[in-house]
């Protein structure tokens, strides 16, 4: 069986093989730190044990709730914003086809997103196109008190409740937030709303393998059971047991600190299937929040080629040498399609006539890696064999170790993300929110 592998052989000049070995008494120290639960937010790791610990009973039961969902709706609304719903997007995107929307024979609902923004044109819109539709919703809050998401999941519970009575309100609402506090978890109740839990111990950007990320997934039809299979191979792939060498996610660690060290600030995710967009934005928010802090860390962007080579390509190649890239790769396509002969011939493209578009693909993904390696643009490779649950679970679970490890490495504290609230603390300044009239007073003055 294959798996998920690193490569990070174009590295170099600015980190050599040699120096990634020998970082791997630190890297493997940080694992056992990691794995030990003895480092710092320690009370937040209960994501590394998700992929055994998630039983038949927990699959069996989110499937059962998610066809109750598929056979009364035909659009489903997750609403919750970052660690809430990019999971879920980044698997269902991944896996879905590019114009699922559109197509009429669909057999899963359409999946939307609210709760994401605070857009109000983009609040209409969704509320017209629900209006007359058959629609559920999935609100999923850690907290229960996330403002996008409380304002998102407010206008369509208002909807629901004009299209239907309080009892099927009830079968199309699913809340996923804490066991025992918070708003969501009270209204929950009192309302009779079907409910999951989201750990205490798993934060939101960690939590694609709780019901956050598996209810949704398995609205859209896809198999939970692989997804956890798959992050369960890599968390074996990546155990204190495993050497240095072998384990991805501490070559990985150790590659992108070092490129940091060496003055390379900002890490570009990099993919060439349209498909993984949500997954590079997963990992901004894995990375971001995660190492983000104490005025350190490597920048997380993200870029999807070939299509962001003719904007961002320029400035790749030849801008300020402060990037490098982290390559997820996908083997194999799952479609075929031959590019047709021509008689003519005027775009000059017949020399690659009856080849797949695959092959394009991957002679422009190996063209750009070397152009970029010769740019001064360090290069990692993460391939995947195929876009499927299996590998989608060993991948997330693959950057979410390496996550932790290389959080350690950098000397912060992964599992924390202390400075999203002094953007909500103005916020609720400026709105007036009740408990915050000092706070309202100060920010008026500086206006
Ligand atoms: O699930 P909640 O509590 O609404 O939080 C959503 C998101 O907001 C944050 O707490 C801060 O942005 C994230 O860590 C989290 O993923």
């Not at 600030?265 to 894995?286: D, F, G, R, T």
């Not at 396509?333 to 047709?340: C, D, E, N, T, Y």
């Not at 999203?420 to 003055?445: C, R, S």
Request: charged share 25%.
């Amino acid at each position: 069986m294959k798996n998920l592998t690193i490569d990070v052989s174009q590295v170099a000049p600015e980190v050599t093989q040699d120096m990634i070995n020998k970082e791997q008494d630190n890297i493997l120290k940080q694992l056992k730190t990691l794995t030990d639960k003895s480092g710092k937010g320690n009370d937040f790791l209960g994501w590394l044990d998700l992929p055994d610990n998630i039983d038949g009973d927990q699959v069996m039961s989110i499937e059962k709730t998610a066809a109750r969902l598929r056979g009364k709706a035909d659009y489903v609304v997750v609403v919750g914003i970052g660690g809430s719903y990019l999971g879920a997007r980044a698997v269902i995107d991944a896996l879905n086809d590019s114009f699922d929307q559109l197509k009429d024979d669909r057999k899963n609902p359409a999946i939307l997103y609210a709760g994401q923004n605070i857009g109000e044109d983009y609040t209409y819109e969704m509320l017209d196109l629900l209006k007359d539709k058959s629609f559920g919703v999935i609100v999923i809050s850690k907290s229960g008190t996330t403002t996008e998401p409380a304002i998102g999941f407010r206008v369509l519970k208002e909807l629901l409740e004009t299209k239907y009575d309080k009892e099927e309100v009830k079968e199309r609402i699913v809340a996923v937030t804490d066991a025992s506090k918070g708003a969501l978890r009270t209204l929950a109740e009192q309302e009779g709303y079907e409910t999951y839990v989201i750990p205490d111990d798993v934060g939101g950007r960690f939590s694609v393998l709780t019901p956050v990320g598996l209810l949704p997934i398995a609205v859209a039809g896809y198999s939970i059971s692989e997804l956890v299979r798959g992050a369960k191979e890599m968390k074996a792939l990546t155990g204190t047991d495993i050497p240095f060498d072998k384990n991805p996610a501490a070559v990985y660690a150790a590659a992108r600190n070092l490129l940091y060290q060496k003055g390379k600030k900002i890490e570009i995710m990099v993919n060439y299937q349209p498909k993984l967009h949500y997954v590079s934005e997963w990992w901004k928010q894995l990375y971001g929040e995660s190492e983000g802090k104490e005025h350190k860390g490597i920048f997380p962007a993200a870029v999807d080629f070939t299509t962001d080579l003719h904007s961002m390509g320029q400035w790749i190649q030849e801008g300020e040498r402060s990037i490098f890239e982290t390559v997820v790769s996908v083997a194999a396509a799952k479609h075929r399609v031959l590019i047709p002969r021509d008689e003519a011939d005027l775009d000059k493209l017949n020399y690659l006539a009856g080849k797949r578009i695959d092959e394009v693909n991957k002679m422009a993904e190996l063209g750009t890696r070397i152009a970029h390696t010769d740019g001064g643009v360090p290069n990692i490779k993460v391939e995947i064999p195929e876009l499927n649950e299996y590998y989608l679970g060993q991948l997330l679970y693959f950057f979410e170790k390496a996550c932790g490890i290389s959080g350690y490495v950098l000397g912060v504290n992964p599992f924390d993300q202390p400075g999203v609230e002094a953007y909500k603390k103005n916020m609720f300044a400026l709105l007036g929110k009740p408990g915050f009239e000092q706070e309202t007073e100060a920010i008026k003055k500086r206006l």
